[in-house]
């Protein structure tokens, strides 16, 4: 782990953007790292204890699901499962405007319900990367005002993070 070096992230469009109400925008981020921590499979770093086999391969994930969400916490602290992911979420943005990702992101924080999309939910396991690291993420604004997105590239270990500024105006 001392060798672990932090993704690279890369947002690869300009750091600020004009948009309409509605108007759907793409976002495209690009990721590399060095591959440390290795990935891991589903459940391995959750915080809850499961029962039988405990996520070997020959699992269905509804019944890995259903016992991981209803037993009890092994330890205080939440574990977090390991692999590259990049995710993109509202930093800032105007008063009761709303921000829609397509497809839904991942969520950034440590969300321990059995089913959330979150790095510290039982049974989840990162997505693939694509071989070039870009990944295009479609955006669509409520209302007028000045939105900061944040995107965060998270190896499971270390991250980093870039923003970009979307100005909606009618």
């Given at each position: 782990?001392?060798?672990?070096?932090?993704?690279?992230?890369?947002?690869?469009?300009?750091?600020?953007?004009?948009?309409?109400?509605g108007q759907p925008v793409q976002l495209v981020s690009e990721v590399k790292d060095?591959?440390?921590?290795?990935?891991?499979?589903?459940?391995?770093?959750?915080?809850?204890?499961?029962?039988?086999?405990?996520?070997?391969?020959?699992?269905?994930?509804?019944?890995?699901?259903?016992?991981?969400?209803?037993?009890?916490?092994?330890?205080?602290?939440?574990?977090?499962?390991?692999?590259?992911?990049?995710?993109?979420?509202?930093?800032?943005?105007?008063?009761?405007?709303?921000?829609?990702?397509?497809?839904?992101?991942?969520?950034?924080?440590?969300?321990?319900?059995?089913?959330?999309?979150?790095?510290?939910?039982?049974?989840?396991?990162?997505?693939?990367?694509?071989?070039?690291?870009?990944?295009?993420?479609?955006?669509?604004?409520?209302?007028?005002?000045?939105?900061?997105?944040?995107?965060?590239?998270?190896?499971?270990?270390?991250?980093?993070?870039?923003?970009?500024?979307?100005?909606?105006?009618k």
């Amino acid at each position: 782990m001392r060798s672990n070096k932090p993704p690279v992230l890369h947002i690869v469009e300009a750091n600020t953007r004009n948009v309409k109400p509605g108007q759907p925008v793409q976002l495209v981020s690009e990721v590399k790292d060095d591959g440390i921590p290795k990935r891991r499979g589903a459940g391995a770093g959750a915080a809850v204890r499961t029962t039988g086999s405990g996520g070997q391969s020959g699992d269905a994930a509804g019944a890995l699901l259903a016992r991981a969400g209803s037993a009890p916490p092994v330890r205080i602290t939440v574990g977090k499962n390991v692999g590259l992911h990049v995710t993109w979420f509202l930093y800032r943005g105007p008063v009761g405007g709303k921000v829609t990702f397509d497809p839904p992101q991942i969520k950034p924080w440590e969300d321990t319900r059995a089913g959330a999309n979150s790095p510290w939910a039982p049974v989840w396991m990162a997505p693939p990367i694509p071989a070039d690291g870009r990944q295009p993420v479609g955006v669509t604004f409520s209302e007028p005002g000045t939105y900061v997105l944040h995107c965060r590239a998270d190896d499971g270990a270390l991250v980093s993070d870039e923003e970009i500024t979307v100005v909606v105006s009618k």
